[in-house]
């Protein structure tokens, strides 16, 4: 029901402490963008993407629900573990398993001079988690699919209920996007609203087809309907 879907959304955002909503301690800005091997529901991947809306960075997601084969497979390849999150920085060669580095690395590297990480320990996990639950396991278990030839692009903020909706589709159908982040008080805001014409998010568009949406609820209906294989 879509009334209790966006309220569980709400929810989880609240038990977050509206983590990931502000893009306002951002610095030095990557010149190439950086990749993410991550699953939605994992609280170890939303301390990570909390800190890529904070500080205002773009990524290259690689979605690795439980059951999917398509990035999974290449991580135990690359890092020679399938655990999440992992970090890739082509900037500095940098490559990285465990949120609690890679959120320090992401603001040592890229934060405004002062600006510190959130808590780290028991509350971020017991709160994420709870986020988790409350979202039913979205955004954890993969869908039958089939891979776009070329990523799809997202503008999103983590904080936002509506793009973690977006968000979990993406990932159960293990569809990899590049991730704008539009934290409010962000620098990439104006330019957001030259090429889509309006603030708001989620935005999706589909370099494949051409396709441009606003809606939480059509884009998924989208994604399932162009990229989801009946199982
Ligand atoms: N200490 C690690 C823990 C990461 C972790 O345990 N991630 C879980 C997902 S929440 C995982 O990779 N599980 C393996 C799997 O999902 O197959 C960190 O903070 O990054």
Not at 89 to 115: Q, R
Request: proline share 8%.
């Amino acid at each position: 029901m879509r009334g209790l879907d966006v309220l569980s959304s709400i929810t989880a955002t609240l038990v977050r402490f509206a983590g990931g909503l502000n893009a306002t301690a951002a610095g030095k800005r990557p010149a190439e963008p950086l990749t993410l091997y991550e699953f939605e529901s994992c609280p170890f991947c939303r301390k990570v993407r909390e800190a890529l809306t904070e500080l205002d960075l773009d990524a290259v997601i690689l979605p690795c629900p439980k059951g999917g084969e398509r990035y999974r497979a290449e991580l135990l390849t690359r890092g020679g573990k399938a655990q999440f999150p992992y970090l890739i920085d082509p900037n500095t060669g940098t490559e990285m398993y465990e949120s609690d580095d890679i959120v320090d690395y992401l603001y040592a590297e890229y934060g405004a001079v002062g600006a510190r990480p959130g808590p780290k320990g028991a509350i971020p996990l017991l709160t994420g988690s709870l986020a988790s639950l409350i979202r039913a396991h979205q955004g954890t278990f993969v869908r039958p699919s089939r891979s776009p030839e070329q990523p799809l692009e997202f503008w999103s903020f983590e904080a936002s209920p509506f793009c973690r909706i977006v968000r979990e589709r993406l990932c159960e159908l293990e569809l990899p996007y590049a991730l704008h982040n539009v934290g409010k008080g962000g620098a990439r805001r104006d330019d957001f609203v030259k090429q889509s014409g309006t603030m708001q998010v989620p935005y999706l568009l589909d370099p494949n087809t051409g396709k441009g949406l606003f809606e939480s609820a059509e884009i998924v209906s989208y994604l399932d309907k162009t990229y989801g294989v009946p199982a």
